[in-house]
């Protein structure tokens, strides 16, 4: 099952799930899961033997997610499932060592972890500084003992897994 935890960070848009507020908006974007109901969710999926593939952008988002695999695990034991979230534009801290820990997937687009119009112009005026300083962690993620995989959102962005491994590396 694909989910959406939430929409895009990048302004106007500002439909990612963030554990602060946008800076022009007052606030931190909609919960489109709803713990309580995602969590069941997960937990039935998981116990029927169903693979869940979270869009999780913002850290806020990011953390619900990993609460509804942890609460899938606690009810179901460890289905050796590898539930997977994916963009993770932003992570909190916290939750970096929790990927490994219920061994969900990280699944990051590398190519989006760098430096541009997107990240400079249409992101870091409108979120708080101390969220901004986790963007695209995927190396504290690895750091972590998480599994990365990449994607490349195609047909958001390209498709070549070169571009993507390049900026990865850089």
């Not at 309580?36 to 869940?52: E, N, Q, S, Y």
């Amino acid at each position: 099952f694909k989910i959406f935890a939430d929409g895009v960070i990048e302004f106007p848009a500002q439909t990612a799930l963030l554990s602060k507020p946008y800076k022009n908006l007052g606030t931190a974007g909609p919960d489109v899961i709803g713990t309580d109901r995602f969590k069941a969710f997960v937990t039935a999926a998981d116990k029927a033997g169903a693979l869940v593939h979270i869009h999780a952008i913002g850290d806020k988002a990011v953390t619900e997610a990993l609460d509804g695999i942890a609460a899938a695990r606690k009810a179901n034991g460890d289905s050796r499932i590898p539930h997977s979230i994916t963009h993770l534009e932003i992570v909190q801290p916290a939750d970096f060592p929790r990927f490994k820990e219920l061994g969900a997937i990280a699944v990051m687009q590398l190519l989006w972890a760098i430096k541009d119009e997107f990240t400079v112009e249409m992101l870091e005026p409108y979120i708080d500084p101390e969220l901004y300083k986790h963007i695209y962690p995927a190396n504290s993620l690895l750091t972590a003992g998480a599994t990365i995989s990449g994607s490349s959102d195609w047909p958001v962005s390209t498709p070549n897994p070169f571009l993507a491994i390049a900026t990865a590396i850089a």
